[in-house]
């Protein structure tokens, strides 16, 4: 089984530039989350899906989007990269929130 | 102050010693999982606990619901045991992850 699949691993942008991250899970699971990780502050919501159409914002939403087309997909986008969004990015997933959570290997982005 | 609280934040011991980190939380939970990353790598589920404990090899999670605290130790400690280990809860409220900060344990051979 892949289980979580993240795309791409590292990725440079330049301040201004768009991109969208993948993420994409085969366990049939309804909850999926973006989640950006910063030295010493742990990893925070940006985004969280609770079933296919549905997005709701997390802790850390500004200067994204995403969207959650079917139950597998779950992309995030930056429209405008900003230096503030130089981060590692992990994709996450769950049968519902209170089961075991599964992550993608993370996208680690660069914006200069 | 943060919804979820680890100590220590960083944590350094020789092979084969007992350890023990701590996880406090202040909101309503369904259930608490313990995560362990490896530098550079990714993030793998270690324990989900809702209540008690839970054994796996060298691992042992506990929970106690009422003080709202849980503690992962390590038994006969191994330099490959070396990674962070992040405490995150389930809020029963908005049934979203919380997440703590981490902490960074290093074990020396």
């Known amino acids: 089984n892949a289980g979580v699949t993240q795309t791409p691993k590292f990725q440079v942008l330049k301040t201004g530039q768009s991109m969208t991250l993948q993420c994409a899970q085969d366990?049939?699971?309804?909850?999926m989350y973006w989640y950006r990780q910063d030295p010493g502050m742990g990893l925070r919501l940006i985004y969280y899906s609770a079933s296919e159409g549905t997005t709701d914002k997390g802790e850390v939403p500004n200067g994204y989007n995403v969207s959650r087309l079917n139950k597998r997909e779950f992309s995030l986008r930056l429209e405008s990269a900003a230096p503030s969004q130089t981060s590692v990015y992990f994709c996450a997933s769950s049968a519902r929130g209170n089961t075991e959570a599964f992550f993608g290997q993370g996208t680690r982005l660069t914006v200069v | 102050k943060n919804e979820v609280e680890q100590s220590p934040q960083n944590l350094t011991a020789q092979e084969g010693e007992f350890i023990t980190i701590n996880c406090s939380y202040s909101?309503?939970?369904?259930?608490l999982h313990w995560l362990q990353q490896h530098p550079g790598g990714g993030i793998v589920s270690l324990f989900m606990l809702s209540s008690g404990k839970k054994k796996h090899g060298r691992l042992i999670a506990t929970i106690n619901i009422q003080e709202k605290h849980s503690s992962l130790h390590i038994t006969a400690s191994h330099p490959r045991d070396s990674a962070v280990y992040i405490c995150?809860?389930?809020?029963?409220?908005?049934?979203?992850?919380?997440f703590g900060t981490g902490t960074r344990l290093q074990v020396f051979p």
């Open positions: 909101v309503g939970i369904s259930a």
């Open positions: 366990m049939n699971h309804n909850s």
């Open positions: 995150a809860v389930t809020s029963y409220n908005t049934d979203k992850l919380i």
